[in-house]
T-cell receptor, first 111, second 112 residues
Framework: GESVGLHLPTLSVQEGDNSIINCAYS??????FIWYKQESGKGPQFIID?????DKRQGQRVTVLLNKTVKHLSLQIAATQPGDSAVYFC??????????FGKGTLLTVNP | DAGITQSPRHKVTETGTPVTLRCHQT?????MYWYRQDPGHGLRLIHY???????DKGEVSDGYSVSRSKTEDFLLTLESATSSQTSVYFC???????????FGPGTRLLVL
């Protein structure tokens, strides 16, 4: 999984499977988190966000889970499709009220 | 791309020349940001704006300046481009400060 600070990891899944992309954050005071999707040659696209007073939030085919105890964030994509192939990265808003972006995880969906 | 355009989309320039990148939004969002994206790094904030003529520095502001004379436009200027400024530059906008940011398509800049 990803950390705001590690080299770009990769995840390869079969079409139709569920994908789980992880993100570890370091600042226990971070209060807001965002997941982005970035396709090759394009700008980052907002997927879903979550505040620190929540543990889980669901969107269309995506779920974000926040575990503040271990400072871990995950993005679950249900029934992964080839169009989901992209780099996914998380962002956290720390105590300085600035967003810090992770380097991302490359998701490859095999047909 | 949430009503955000960037121009030019690609540029090749020589070391020492000035370069200006433009970000234009049609969302009327108050906050605008310039980031650079490089391999091995997450998006890094260069400068941001919290209103017309109100700007502040980000973590990698050296060698860059910005201007915002209208709500919809945010310009990034490299006064004298260096090879280390070869990067992909993204503009972003948000309604609230440091809340969800929506990104433009990016500008690929190559400084030779």
């Amino acid at each position: 999984g990803e950390s705001v600070g590690l080299h770009l990891p990769t995840l390869s899944v079969q079409e139709g499977d569920n994908s789980i992309i992880n993100c570890a954050y370091s600042n226990s005071a971070s209060d807001y988190f965002i997941w982005y999707k970035q396709e090759s040659g394009k700008g980052p696209q907002f997927i879903i966000d979550i505040r620190s007073n929540m543990d889980k939030r669901q969107g269309q085919r995506v779920t974000v889970l926040l575990n503040k105890t271990v400072k871990h964030l995950s993005l679950q994509i249900a029934a992964t499709q080839p169009g989901d192939s992209a780099v996914y990265f998380c962002a956290e808003r720390g105590s300085n009220y600035k967003l810090t972006f992770g380097k991302g995880t490359l998701l490859t969906v095999n047909p | 791309d949430a009503g955000i355009t960037q121009s030019p989309r690609h540029k090749v320039t020589e070391t020492g020349t000035p370069v200006t990148l433009r970000c234009h939004q049609t969302e009327n969002h108050r906050y605008m940001y310039w980031y650079r994206q490089d391999p091995g790094h997450g998006l890094r904030l260069i400068h941001y704006s919290y209103g017309v003529k109100d700007t502040d520095k980000g973590e990698v502001s050296d060698g860059y300046s910005v201007s915002r004379s209208k709500t919809e436009d945010f310009l990034l200027t490299l006064e004298s481009a260096t090879s280390s400024q070869t990067s992909v530059y993204f503009c972003a906008i948000s309604e609230q400060e440091q809340e969800t940011q929506y990104f433009g398509p990016g500008t690929r800049l190559l400084v030779l």
